[in-house]
């Protein structure tokens, strides 16, 4: 495995022990993005649309406008990808 400050190799035990906790964070994070997912793109929507109510304009809650469109573009951007990879089938393109 070649890492961008180190070479690990296949055989050592701090290998195996990344990989277990790779492989244990990718069906957590699967498993949120399918379940999760759906739900914080609902609640994103529901902020943005109170954040554009013109007695909350501000510089403060347009920052928050940003941050919350930033995640839901990231939610909504991996949601896509996971469902071309899951009706797809082609898993080898994003590991």
């Given at each position: 495995?070649?890492?961008l400050?180190?070479?690990?190799?296949?055989?050592?035990p701090?290998y195996?022990?990344?990989d277990?906790?790779?492989?244990?964070y990718?069906?957590?994070f699967?498993?949120?993005?399918?379940v999760?997912g759906?739900?914080?793109?609902?609640?994103?929507?529901?902020?943005m649309?109170i954040?554009?109510?013109k007695?909350?304009?501000?510089p403060y809650n347009f920052?928050?406008?940003?941050?919350v469109?930033?995640?839901s573009?990231?939610?909504l951007g991996r949601?896509?990808?996971?469902?071309?990879i899951?009706?797809?089938?082609d898993?080898e393109?994003?590991?």
């Open positions: 495995c070649k890492s400050l180190f070479d690990l190799p296949h055989d050592s701090v195996d022990i990344i277990n906790i790779g492989t244990a990718m069906s957590f699967y498993y949120y993005i399918i999760g759906p739900i914080s793109l609902v609640l994103n929507v529901f902020l649309f954040l554009t109510r007695q909350l304009w501000s920052v928050f406008f940003m941050m469109l930033d995640q573009l990231a939610i949601f896509i990808m996971m469902g071309s899951y009706f797809g089938g898993c393109s994003v590991f």
